[in-house]
């Protein structure tokens, strides 16, 4: 599974072929059909194996930091920090997915809006404990603020692909995080 | 040109076949490869109008606001205002290509590079304009602002494709233009 998603990440939904596929998991044809169902199935499946990974690691993120906030830094640490340049430049499995797949494919597209949700609900319950702790302006609601973060951390994950510059890229950060304030 | 782009924009480059270009452009194979080249010609000509045509419409757009901010604000509003469905859930197509191509495809990470500096330009030209107005706080050098506005604005062509809802637009719109005050 892992193998697959790392190709699909890299390639993309379309330009993968079932030779790809066959290559990558070292399986006979009619052994991958056998395990996997067809191509779609398995993107399905890696797309919603990447969502869940990240859902749960940036819960876990959140619910582990010393302060709200700090959460929320570490989230954007890091994405910009300490990455490689083939990571960095492969982007976010999710965010590649949705620029090239919805709204045609309604699945992708129920998929894609489901990790958008729940990924801003994670940010929201934390900015609002934030609020609380006086960490962050209590002028725009929770879910507003969440909404604008993770539309920053999307942002990023094109920025960065597209070679921002690690000055670009701290700018994008600082202002993101200070706007909180 | 232009059939083919709005076909690449929709599909992705890797999803888009010779016979749908054939069917688009309503060419033969042969006059279609005598005219364009192959389909990778086809495309990077595609993504290189888009990529003028923006930066023309954006400069243009920043030149005759009535002040440098209302420029910026105007870019967020004819993204986010006032566009049918079809035209948010199709994205950018800049962002799409990003997605999808680079960074193992050179020649549109080059692309995208020089379109990513080219618009920030533009941007920085406009926010050095706007803090010698008193018009955005001086805090923050035009070009990391201009890192900041681009981010934000790569962001909703992925968020808005994914299902955004309005309200979540608006915050995004409001809190993004807000913190460069």
Redesign the interface.
Known sequence: MVAALLLFW??????TSIEDLVDALHLSRSSLYDTFGDKRTLFLEALTFYSQTVLTNVGKLLQESPTPLAGIEKIFDDLTVGTTA?TD???CFM??S???????DATV?DI??L??ESF?QLLAKSLARAAAQGEVSKA?PP???A??V??????????M????TR???R??R???L??LR
């Open positions: 890299r390639k993309g939904y379309a330009a083939e430049a492969m982007g965010v590649n949705i620029a090239e797949l919805t709204p045609y597209t894609a809006a990790y958008s801003q725009q879910e507003a603020m909404a604008y993770f539309n920053a951390l999307q942002g990023l994950r094109i920025v692909k597209a070679g921002a000055a670009q890229v700018a994008i600082e202002i993101t200070n706007s």
